[in-house]
């Protein structure tokens, strides 16, 4: 971005690094790969917004487990806190992006259901821009854009959903960076073979040097477009927020 000085006069950009800081302490002390807070609670899925909203069959399976997850009432994580207040402090909020690893998504509204939000033709068109971008940057390519509630399963209480149904953000979104996710049958029989079910996951978890320099270059191409997309006159946005 900072290369970029086009980028940067297009709007009052705010980059947030989001750490559970009792859950990264345990990732040096225990376990490298725990994605939780001290808790137990997902930070992802603590949002007061649709918060606890998921399919019957998913609280049936899940039960105890799941409520742990979701945390005992939205917002109890305490970067989730932080993170709220950081955002209601923006008087002009209008793209939010949030990133995550790993799968080369671009995910946008809704989350916590397949139904289509209503500003969804400005979510495919915005979306649609920004992966063009990222796959013309990439030397892989694979970006794919969709609902977040297609990427694995509707649930309520992300951080995408509370920014555009909360915050009224029309341009919210996530993003899945690389590597790409594998072909996941295949993936797990062999993680399995290797003596870890996870392995692969954690194998994404950890790019190599060039994966992770690649990322920066795709995002810098996407986020430019995306915001040229949406703010295609510089002068009247010189104190929007991002």
Known sequence: MLSQPELLKLAEWHVAPV????GYQQTWAADRYFR?????ENPNLNFPFEWGECSPWLKWIAGRRLRKAIGPHAASAESVIGIISALRALPDLQLFVDFHGFGRRWLHPWGHTKLPSKHIEAHQLASSIAVKAANDASKV??????A????E???GGTSL????GELNCVHSYAVELPPSLPWLPGALLRSTLRGDPWRWWKEGMEPDKATVVQAGDEMKSAIFALAKHIFHDPASVSYTHL
């Open 148 to 151: 977040a509630a297609r990427m």
């Open 141 to 146: 390519g694979g970006y794919r854009a969709h």
């Open 161 to 164: 959903d509370f920014v555009h």
């Open 19 to 22: 750490v559970e800081a009792a």
């Open 153 to 155: 399963t509707p649930m």
């Open 36 to 40: 939780a807070s001290e808790n137990g």
